[in-house]
């Protein structure tokens, strides 16, 4: 059995001042590669995350989307999490 898994998080930093966006790919629990919003392009850390890194950094599409992600996805949903997570105590 082969397991593949994707996990997206966003770091809040003083409410939307400071945002990260962070994607990570997972194969057989072991991490493969990584999108880090602050670093701006996508990193691998084995031999076929590496050249899977090099192949989708060249494509200016794909890596637009990732940049803008932080827009779209985590700034866009923040109202949304404010009572569960800011207003919680």
Known sequence: VFQLMEKA???FT???????YVQT??????QIL???????????????GERLAK?????????????TSVDWLCRHNYEGFIPFSVERR
Request: hydrophobic share 30%; with cysteine.
């Open 14 to 20: 003083n409410g939307t001042e400071e945002v990260r």
């Open 55 to 67: 192949r989708l950094n060249s494509d200016p599409v794909l890596m637009e989307s990732e940049r």
């Open 9 to 11: 998080e966003c770091y």
């Open 34 to 48: 990584m999108f880090d919003s602050d670093v701006g392009h996508l990193v691998g850390f084995t031999p076929f």
């Open 25 to 30: 790919y997972l194969y057989n629990r072991q």
